[in-house]
T-cell receptor, first 116, second 111 residues
């Protein structure tokens, strides 16, 4: 079974530029998550989708970050304009979310963003 | 604000010994608890999940949960150099909720 795919793996941009990340979840997984992991910290949830609807975006800085999940499969996360403090690894995760009980999240390889 | 606390370490353990990692959480409504291992430059990898009070064993790993004390731990028996990594504790309210992570404990297994 293929895992969570993300691209690009690395991105370097100047502050105030825009950037977009792409995620393809594990086939059949209904729930998709974007996390931000700053060096030395644990991942922080930015946004959660179930199918193509937003479940939780309470920690998403909406003045500069946006995300969408069209057709309930792939997702993109965009930052516009980027700030120095956005330098981090952006992790995408997915989970099956059947009605039977606890869920397990599987993480993609991440995109390492450096803002200069 | 949900919080998960871990000692950042580094925690240094001799090869073959037991490594003990600890985690406390603030939200009494938390239902599901996870330990992820993260090697430098890699993404988190799930190694244990636990949902009810008590111990859960899987190979060399044992997770322990005490909801009354809001405390989760991970024991690694017969520690190997390949166990050297950052161990992240994560909790959720249950179901498909997003994870709240601690900062992680950096574990070093000394050959």
């Amino acid at each position: 079974e293929a895992g969570v795919a993300q691209s690009p793996r690395y991105k370097i941009i100047e502050k105030r530029q825009s950037v977009a990340f792409w995620c393809n979840p594990i086939s059949g997984h209904a729930t998709l998550y974007w996390y931000q992991q700053i060096l030395g910290q644990g991942p922080k949830l930015l946004i959660q989708f179930q199918n193509n609807g937003v479940v939780d975006d309470s920690q998403l800085p909406k003045d500069r970050f946006s995300a969408e999940r069209l057709k309930g499969v792939d997702s993109t996360l965009k930052i516009q304009p980027a700030k120095l403090e956005d330098s981090a690894v952006y992790l995408c995760a997915s989970s099956l979310t059947d009605a039977g009980g606890p869920d397990t999240q599987y993480f993609g390889p991440g995109t390492r963003l450096t803002v200069l | 604000q949900k919080e998960v606390e871990q000692n950042s370490g580094p925690l240094s353990v001799p090869e073959g010994a037991i490594a003990s990692l600890n985690c406390t959480y603030s939200d009494r409504g938390s239902q599901s608890f996870f330990w992820y291992r993260q090697y430098s430059g890699k993404s988190p990898e799930l190694i244990m999940s636990i949902y009810s009070n008590g111990d859960k064993e899987d190979g060399r790993f044992t997770a322990q949960l005490n909801k009354a004390s809001q405390y989760v731990s991970l024991l690694i028996r017969d520690s190997q150099p390949s166990d050297s990594a950052t161990y992240l504790c994560a909790v959720t309210g249950g179901g498909a909720d997003g994870l709240t992570f601690g900062k992680g404990t950096h574990l070093i297994i000394q050959p």
